[in-house]
Nanobody
Framework: QVQLVESGGGLVQAGGSLSLSCAFA????????MRWYRQAPGKERELCAE???????????SVKGRFAASRDDNDYTMRHTLALQMNNLKPEDTAVYYC?????????????WGQGTQVTVSS
């Protein structure tokens, strides 16, 4: 069993910064891309950033230049974390943010999601 536990988020004024973190817990034999998604009220879930195991990162155009994703992997201890630094936040960044990855655990490969964390940007 694998759990993704998110922390961070909150309320910030436009132009401010926030950071999110996602800690992977459990038995992890393999892990590849990690992703940050967000979902605003009434909108579909949107991919914000994707970071490969080798560190290649792709950002959505809406966050490029303002958000920075990073990851830390330790296969020996099975400890993996994903982070998202969000700068120059805008009201349209308001959403619930989710971390996601496809992970190999005891039962094989499957998708896992964090519980979601609210980010609210006031104008």
């Amino acid at each position: 069993q694998v759990q993704l536990v998110e922390s961070g988020g909150g309320l910030v004024q436009a132009g401010g910064s926030l950071s999110l973190s996602c800690a992977f817990a459990g038995v992890i034999f393999g892990i590849n891309e990690m992703r940050w998604y967000r979902q605003a009220p009434g909108k579909e879930r949107e991919l914000c950033a994707e970071i490969s195991r080798s560190g290649d990162i792709h950002y959505a155009d809406s966050v490029k230049g303002r958000f920075a994703a990073s990851r830390d992997d330790n296969d020996y201890t099975m400890r993996h974390t994903l982070a998202l630094q969000m700068n120059n936040l805008k009201p349209e960044d308001t959403a619930v943010y989710y971390c996601n990855s496809r992970v190999q655990s005891v039962g094989g490969w499957r998708d896992y999601w964090g519980q979601g964390t609210q980010v609210t940007v006031s104008s």
